[in-house]
């Protein structure tokens, strides 16, 4: 059975048991779509079928249209990757945690080996002290929001550990500042102008095109209520609100603020794929997607690059992806990865949160692709 088959197979399956609500997932091999399907519901109440170019809240696929836009500016020579964040945001001084002023780069932003962390706690301080994290609503700028940070010491020296962050919010920040205009300008002129997206904002292009999104039940998936808290306070939390994208005084979230296609996804991807297509230096493309942190851990199995999860031990990382594809997801239901070495990209977006991100269907989508039971 060929890949295509296995996929489509497997999405509406999930599909009529209701572990997904609406999907769109595209398969691309050497650059050409082996599959291209819509499945379900984009709103499920309304009966409004999952298409092609629904649009959904991308969360962390953000990410790495934010890392490509510092990758191009380097190219320009607008941005060294070892300069300074404060050289460009001087209001963001987060101590080390022996109290001296940390030297965070723009490396150990892209990286996640900043010393910033993704911490509950920093959502549940008293007011005037509460950061949010990119998800939750907030009438805040950037600045008023994570300048609270100033006075909380980091979680490690910059450079010496790998912890999953907030760090590409600050990086946002970076790029806005060193071109002068608003993140999502910054975005479209460096990266979404020129690779033809133009669904990709810190905005909704058009809203009769947005996904509801629904939240993980252990009968079927709820829409979402605003807003909704997942996980545990003491362990793993976000605070989503679906509301968020729509408030023009909420700071662009580089980490977590953009919507858009699963095709405008997916030209990210490939350019990558392809040694950057002309748009980024080969040995750029080629950078992003190698380790980037060299013998420091990240997640079990995996290093990490400029823009996602290097699989280093697929058995370690409990993955059916093989050892040297590189993955990451979006907390509102998104998941991709490439694999290099068999020229594949794959790209699924859905509406449900948590399970298309880090449930059983991520792995599940895997395996499929990789005809693994």
């Not at 907030?138 to 962050?165: K, V």
């Not at 603020?257 to 794929?273: N, P, S, Y």
């Amino acid at each position: 059975m060929s890949i295509a088959r296995r996929v489509s197979n497997l999405v509406d399956r999930v599909i009529e048991e209701e572990r997904i609500t609406g999907a769109v997932v595209l398969v691309y091999q050497d650059g050409k779509p082996i599959l291209e399907k819509a499945a379900g519901f984009a709103d499920r109440e309304a009966a409004v079928p999952a298409r092609l170019n629904t649009i959904f809240r991308y969360a962390s696929v953000t990410k790495p249209f934010v890392a490509v836009t510092v990758l191009a500016m380097v190219d320009k020579g607008l941005l060294g990757l070892d300069d300074r964040v404060s050289d460009y945001l001087p209001w963001f001084r987060p101590k080390a945690p022996d109290g001296r002023e940390a030297a965070i780069t723009l490396r150990h932003l892209l990286t996640h080996t900043s010393g910033l962390i993704y911490d509950p706690a920093l959502e549940l301080l008293p007011e005037g002290q509460r950061m949010t994290l990119g998800l939750g609503n907030t009438d805040l700028s950037l600045e008023e929001n994570f300048s609270r940070h100033n006075g909380i010491p980091l979680a490690f020296e910059p450079g010496t550990r790998w912890a999953y962050s907030f760090a590409t919010d600050i990086l946002g920040g970076v790029v806005a500042a060193a071109h002068g205009d608003t993140l999502e300008a910054t975005v479209v002129h460096h990266v979404a102008g020129p690779l033809d997206m133009v669904d990709s904002r810190f905005h909704v292009t058009d809203p009769q095109r947005l996904a509801v999104p629904y939240a993980d039940h252990p009968q079927h998936p709820v829409r979402m209520p605003d807003p909704w808290v997942s996980g545990d306070e003491e362990a793993w939390r976000t605070v989503f609100s679906p509301a968020r994208i729509f408030n023009p005084r909420a700071f662009q979230s580089g980490g977590a603020g953009m919507a858009g296609t699963a095709k405008d996804v997916m030209r990210l991807l490939e350019m990558l794929r392809s040694d950057g297509s002309s748009f980024l230096k080969p040995e750029t493309a080629g950078t992003a997607l190698s380790n980037q942190i060299g013998d420091v851990e990240g997640e079990p199995g995996y290093r990490f690059t400029f823009v996602g999860g290097l699989v280093v031990d697929p058995a370690a990382a409990m993955t059916a992806l093989p050892k040297g594809a590189i993955q990451w997801g979006g907390v509102y239901g998104n998941t991709w990865f490439i694999d290099p070495a068999k020229r594949l990209t794959v790209v699924s977006l859905t509406n449900n949160a948590l399970e298309g991100c880090t449930g059983a269907y991520p792995e599940m989508l895997r395996a499929a692709v990789y005809d693994r039971s």
